[in-house]
């Protein structure tokens, strides 16, 4: 079982930066695909970015492609996601959550953090 806690989010202006982090515990870190959603009132909650055993295999949403940076330290249990160049349909509360296997689809993904709310402001 894995238990994941999110930090890092907070209201800024487009155009500005934030970095997600999300610490994990449990003892088979290394070996679980990790995600990032969001989900913005109103909306689904949708696939931001993965990552798999490594730093090596990610894959993002082409909404944030060259804008966001997915990344994991094993050793020390935590993914994170800087994220750049904002915009304010980036505002959303964004998740992180684990899977067994690489994927886009949510409902892959076993554990789920409680949310981080990112506020951009125009």
């Known amino acids: 079982q894995v238990q994941l806690v999110e930090s890092g989010g907070g209201l800024v202006q487009a155009g500005g930066s934030l970095r997600l982090s999300c610490a994990a515990s449990g003892r088979t870190f290394g070996r679980y695909v990790m995600g990032w959603f969001r989900q913005a009132p109103g909306k689904e909650r949708e696939f931001v970015a993965t990552?798999?055993?490594?730093?090596?295999?990610?894959l993002y949403a082409d909404s944030v492609k060259g804008r966001f940076t997915i990344s994991r330290d094993n050793s020390q249990n935590t993914v994170y996601l800087q994220m750049n160049s904002l915009k304010p349909e980036d505002t959303a509360v964004y998740y992180c959550?684990?899977?067994?296997?690489?994927?886009?689809?949510?409902?892959?993904?076993?554990?789920w953090g409680q949310g981080t709310q990112v506020t951009v402001s125009s």
């Open positions: 959550a684990s899977s067994a296997r690489l994927g886009i689809d949510l409902h892959n993904y076993n554990f």
């Open positions: 990552i798999g055993w490594s730093n090596a295999y990610t």
